[in-house]
């Protein structure tokens, strides 16, 4: 025991002698305390925010890389389309259950073991699903490498608001680390298309990922622990104190259990405030899943796209992410800094005041879908039957009405731009949909909430690739496609209503709501 904490203990009037547990450490020594994340030099900051944002970056790359292999796959294993594509589904299913790998390994170790255990874990199944030799083993490693990658994306929120203060850099790395997922979507069928072209064999889109996953793995071995708790239990050991009290783990595996998944699945059909953000937000990501088999499909057998021309088409939707950004920036430094303005002091804003990218996006999500739906349709394609199964996973409403000859490429492929933003706007940490969950619902009801969301919306991004094929065969590759441009005007005014009635229904909930 240190000198230090001798004299404040004799000061106290406690035995310093004494066996019993008398002090506790719960929080830093002060303000400018170095071993505090949130006082690392800049550059350390830096680094650290870039390892959580590049594993965000290979999760979600791992998902569309893989498509530019679907027909080499069918190929090989004698496969229908449907099963080919079960190894995009499977994987976006395990990364919505992934996150109940990592809680437990970051309650006891921190956000830092997540990082180490779980991701090489991960790699080896992307070199399962690299050496597979039946469908069985291609789809069971699909999965697993996603269920183990995904504990990384889940505690990387928790790395940044670590490191960073909302207001000093924290808004800026969160919007960056948002971006990450969709910038690594939207970047695995150019990547994967081109490796096609180059290398011929479905397998190298497996190395690509570990390629890629390998060199972020070995980065997270050169940045220190960033989570408080973590930190001063090992703080209190090396003092010699006592740490803050853990629960038993039986009642850790059962807090497990009820916040994501127990207590999720039961807010989903009790709290309306959750159910309507997550569908709104499951809806877009089933749709942004759906066009990793769309785009090689559709460019391919309409405009003779090759593989890595496809890919470059996904260019659009990152020039919509990258708006996005700027629409954050602007709408963070004058209307919230407004609305906090306006908060008594040393209160938060309403969580409503969250919901401006969210209002904008979901403009941004039916103009990129109904992108010239309403001109005037050229003579239609004569089409063999698997050309209508090509069509029929096309871009939906963009291309529902504009991918033909007589339409220049260059007409549907633009509409990513408004998809894009649209989509990003809506999934904004910051002013967005998830920091609207966490105002409303407040520490662990937020988690459950979040977790509520994840699962639809990964289950929607499992779903949504499989269904299309009877679907349009049904209804038409045109009028299928307005369906779901129908669908995003539906859910457009939810956020806009939860902007106006969110107190309302706030106060109504069956937990416990944030005062403001």
Not at 58 to 67: A, C, H, L, P, R
Request: with cysteine.
């Amino acid at each position: 025991m240190s000198s230090a904490i001798n004299q404040a203990l004799e000061k106290d009037g406690t035995s310093v002698e004494s066996n019993m547990p008398l002090i506790v450490l719960e929080d830093w020594d002060s303000p400018d305390d170095p071993g505090n994340p949130r006082n690392w030099s800049f550059g350390t900051k830096v680094y650290a925010t870039a390892v959580p944002a590049l594993f965000a970056f290979v999760v979600t790359f791992g998902t569309s890389v893989y498509s530019a292999g679907l027909e080499q796959v069918m190929e090989q294993f004698n496969i229908s389309q449907t099963v080919a594509i079960l190894g995009i589904s499977l994987y976006s299913e395990g990364i919505g259950f992934g996150p109940m790998i990592g809680a437990p390994i970051s309650e006891a170790f921190g956000r830092k073991a997540v990082y180490l255990i779980t991701m090489p874990i991960s790699i080896l199944f992307m070199t399962g699903s690299g050496l597979a030799q039946s469908t069985r083993t291609l789809l069971v490693c699909r999965f697993l490498s996603s269920t183990f990658a995904a504990p990384a994306v889940a505690v990387g929120a928790g790395t940044i608001s670590d490191i960073w203060e909302l207001h000093h850099g924290g808004g800026l790395a969160t919007m960056l680390f948002i971006m990450s997922p969709f910038i690594g979507s939207s970047l695995g069928p150019l990547i994967g298309g081109y490796t096609m072209q180059t290398r011929g064999d479905w397998r190298w889109l497996m190395w690509v990922m570990i390629l890629i996953a390998g060199p972020i793995w070995i980065m997270s071995f050169f940045f220190g622990e960033t989570s408080k708790k973590e930190l001063l239990r090992r703080r209190a050991h090396e003092r010699g104190l006592p740490a803050p009290p853990k629960p038993s783990a039986m009642v850790a595996l059962r807090m497990l259990f009820v916040i994501t998944l127990f207590r999720p699945i039961r807010m989903l059909f009790v709290e309306p405030i959750v159910i309507s953000i997550s569908i709104y937000v499951s809806f877009a990501f089933g749709v942004l899943f759906a066009f990793f088999v769309a785009y090689p499909y559709v460019l391919g057998s309409v405009y003779g796209f090759s593989l890595g021309q496809t890919g470059l088409a996904f260019i659009a939707i990152i020039i919509g992410i990258i708006l996005a950004g700027v629409t954050f920036a602007i709408l963070d430094r004058t209307l919230y800094a407004k609305a906090n303005a306006r908060a008594p002091p040393g209160k938060m804003p309403p969580p409503e005041e969250r919901l401006y990218t969210s209002m904008l996006g979901s403009l941004g999500i039916p103009i990129g879908l109904f992108w010239y739906v309403f001109r005037v349709c050229r003579k239609p394609l004569v089409l063999t039957d698997i050309d209508v199964w090509l069509l029929t996973q096309s871009q939906f409403q963009r291309f529902a009405w504009t991918a033909q000859p007589s339409i220049h490429w260059i007409s549907p492929i633009l509409a990513g731009i408004p998809f894009g933003w649209g989509i990003t706007c809506l999934f904004i940490l910051k002013l967005g949909t998830m920091t609207y969950l966490i105002d409303t619902y407040q520490a662990l009801n937020a988690a459950s909430a979040i977790a509520a969301n994840g699962l639809l919306r990964y289950t929607f991004g499992a779903v949504f690739p499989l269904f299309t094929l009877p679907m349009y065969s049904k209804l038409g590759i045109g009028w299928a496609g307005s369906l779901l441009g129908f669908i995003s005007l539906l859910l457009l005014p939810i956020p806009w209503v939860l902007y106006k009635w969110g107190p309302y229904l706030r106060s109504k909930s069956s937990y416990e709501t944030g005062h403001f």
